[in-house]
């Protein structure tokens, strides 16, 4: 597999979480496959990649109108929330992302922008080992508009006082790839330099 490279010009970094620096996209699969299945809802692989990046509660909305299922969007979000923490500590780091993140620990500014709660997000970044990495994460709550808009990453290149011409964002997800562009940043996706595992069980 060939090595990831951040671009010589970038002078802050972007990552996302999910997916990204910690491969959890099999735990939220697994945990809205087995909440939807409750709802009589199908959950499939397909349909996961058409929502990664966008958050846990809007994923919800979006399921109860696709499917025209009755159910509470708040409470289905927090058991598929709920399941997913149960078993997030199973998720294995993304080690080409993790290095990347290691060597420019204290030499570039960095930041993450993710799609996630706040909470799941430092707890992700924590099991991966670089949550002494970061000084700033802009998740679901912190932002109006979510990925493909460029809102987070703009937050987050503002906290990292970088301008957004400057940034590189590393992504997993075509919502996130979108965001980046969006927001006039360099971008790469990840997803060739590790082995993608949506779909198998834990």
Request: glycine content about 6%; some cysteine; aromatic content about 8%.
């Amino acid at each position: 597999m060939k090595e990831l490279k951040q671009n010589p010009r970038a002078k802050g970094l972007i990552f996302d979480i999910d997916g990204t620096i910690c491969d959890t996209m099999p735990v939220h699969y697994i945990a809205w496959r087995d909440t939807a299945a409750e709802q009589g809802i199908d959950f499939t692989t397909d349909l996961f990649l058409e929502v990664t990046g966008i958050p846990a509660l809007q994923t919800s909305q979006y399921l109860k109108a696709k499917f025209d299922a009755d159910f509470d969007e708040v409470e289905f979000t927090r058991l598929k929330e709920e399941r997913f923490e149960q078993n997030m500590h199973r998720a294995k780091p993304i080690l080409p992302v993790v290095k990347i993140i290691r060597e420019n620990k204290g030499k570039l500014p960095m930041a993450c922008g993710t799609g996630g709660s706040q909470h799941l997000a430092w707890k992700t970044l924590e099991i991966a080992g670089v949550k002494d990495c970061f000084d700033h994460v802009v998740a679901a709550e912190d932002v109006i508009n979510h990925k493909p808009f460029p809102d987070t990453f703009l937050k987050a290149a503002e906290l990292i006082g970088v301008q957004p011409e400057d940034c590189e964002v590393f992504e997993d997800g075509e919502l996130g790839i979108l965001a980046a562009e969006s927001a006039g940043m360099m971008s790469v996706d990840v997803k060739p330099y590790y082995e993608v595992t949506i779909g198998q069980e834990l």
